[in-house]
């Protein structure tokens, strides 16, 4: 049933019992004394924790279709993504901060899908709702704000990566913004059993391989690549005060069926530049670089270049010439490629 | 200069620099390890404080019309409005995330403008910007999360109400409505030195108030007045499961000039359904109603009814009839009043 007539609570009303319902967080009263239904929530912070707090816009037209993507994959991939953020630091998440806005004709099946995909990843990530803000709008816009914890001085930041230092990938790159095209060829909401339109539509954020990575110190700076790798590179580049090499050769780039082989789909660019994947890049010291292994918890990861003092990016290409990587993944502010 | 052909990673630098520049905050270190600049914030938490979390929609064409308020009242108003849902936990607001959506063509005079409103506020009430989220888009989409902290226990909830417990508001109610009233009528952008047009566009969160109620812990619930009384009381009365008679004689009313005065102004409507006053609205028990001075930091406080066992909510009118208060303030579910 749409709530045309009605108000604002039962909104919430609504949402709160949805997420609340299937979310096995019955622990969330210790850390969590008051969430839904005041003016703002109450959070009981771990002694000797720093909390991590990201916020993620997550609107129709800009970042998601309403005729393409399903409600489902919505509601998971808008906390999901938020998440990347908390595993880039390397941190646990504990709660989350929903704002919705949404028209009345959508408070009925479509929200009720939404919540299904929320409550899933909230489920599955340990993530609780803890709060939010819901209003009336023509366009579905969507804002999260998770909230995570980590021991004092051990998040990761962007800044720490020394000269020589080895960058590493986790996963395969260019799935998602492959997926992404394949739903965009598709006529009509598509029914999400491939796995690269599975990539960008549910994607997993690495929240153990941060946790793991933080806690045993092995990587000296780290993000989550969510723009492409060509736009997120230059950020830890620049927060680090250095410059990168990578090599062509070792990227692990989307494998592509033959059937949906395209020049859109080129592996290597995708990989390069497609945004959406939510993998992580870190850098770790030579010294450690054996601690690393090749694969965590299924995840693959990859050497794919090395930090250098020069403060400029060059990619190192099969035929060993090597040339400037220009940043060519997702920037709402740049014209050539404004929306999904 | 607009930021059309440029990237998203300057506007964040603009927005970082602008707010941090003037913020004196140079304590924030202590609290605030790492801010902008990461895939997340650092927050580093009081020992024996909880967490306090919060997030507000303002959005244009729902909450602030472009062409009618100032850029410098969006800035200030944005981060304003969710410092009160702060206030009314009788915390002390801490840092704040900003999640903006614009379109490039304002990237230039008025991100100056906005910024410079948020940058004020920001100073004014002691709330450090910690990070956020641009994005591109077509219309101004904004979400504020605001971290504040409170010693443990001492939060002041909807739910605690008894009762016989007496309430009060701080200040007078129907002001901001009665602003925007005027300012709807204007025919361009005014020059806001009207106190009526200033409490709707310059809204100040009770925040020394509602920090002195919880540490005095001389109030039994509260909240802060942002959708009307006639809303707000409600869900106070809800989360306490009791109901509330009101005095209408007693109610501080907005005082409007006789040249404003017209059927759409009336006082008492006004202070009953008016939104975006952002008063606070609390339960004192009777034995403690005489600490509870008339005026505190020129903020008057106004006794204005009781809390009762009956769940049902009755004006007091003047000619001593008793009537139900039917809720008519601010509902963006409700299509009576859906937009600004």
Chains 1, 2 share one sequence.
Not at 59 to 83: I, M, N, Q, Y
Not at 112 to 124: E, M, Q, V, W, Y
Not at 235 to 253: D, M, V, Y
Not at 256 to 277: T, V
Request: proline share 7%.
């Amino acid at each position: 049933m749409n709530i045309d007539s009605s108000s604002e609570d039962s909104l919430l009303r609504k949402i709160a019992a949805s997420v609340r319902r299937s979310s096995k967080e019955a622990v969330s009263k210790t850390f969590l004394p008051s969430g839904i239904g005041d003016d703002a929530a109450l959070f009981r912070p771990l002694p000797g924790h720093e909390t991590v707090l990201t916020c993620d816009w997550f609107l129709e037209g800009t970042h998601f279709l309403r005729d393409k993507h399903p409600p489902d994959s919505v509601g998971w991939k808008c906390l999901a993504r938020a998440l990347s953020d908390i595993a880039a630091m390397g941190a646990i998440p504990r709660c989350f901060l929903l704002s919705l806005a949404l028209p009345a004709s959508l408070t009925g099946r479509w929200l009720d899908g939404f919540l299904g995909g929320l409550r899933r990843a909230s489920r599955k990530f340990h993530c609780v709702l803890a709060g939010g803000d819901t209003t009336r709008r023509d366009q579905i816009l969507i804002n999260v704000t998770v909230v995570g914890e980590i021991p004092r001085r051990r998040a990761l930041l962007r800044s720490g990566a020394r000269p020589g230092d080895l960058l590493f990938v986790s996963g395969r790159l260019g799935g998602a913004d492959c997926g992404l095209q394949l739903l965009k060829r598709s006529k009509s909401l598509v029914n999400p059993r491939n796995s690269l339109i599975r990539k960008h539509l549910y994607p997993v954020p690495r929240l153990a391989l941060g946790q793991w990575l933080a806690s045993k110190r092995l990587a000296t700076a780290m993000m989550d690549l969510s723009d492409g790798l060509s736009s997120d590179l230059p950020r830890l580049c620049a927060a680090s005060r250095l410059g990168a090499r990578l090599e062509a050769s070792k990227i692990p780039c989307v494998q592509i069926p033959a059937r949906f082989r395209s020049a859109a789909c080129e592996p290597l660019q995708l990989a390069l530049h497609g945004g959406d994947d939510y993998e992580l890049l870190f850098a770790v010291p030579p010294s450690r670089k054996n601690l690393v292994p090749r694969s965590f918890h299924g995840v693959s990861l990859t050497q794919i270049g090395v930090m250098t003092p020069e403060r400029r990016i060059v990619l190192l290409e099969e035929n060993a010439r090597e040339s400037p990587l220009p940043a060519r993944g997702w920037d709402p502010f740049r014209s050539r490629r404004e929306s999904i």
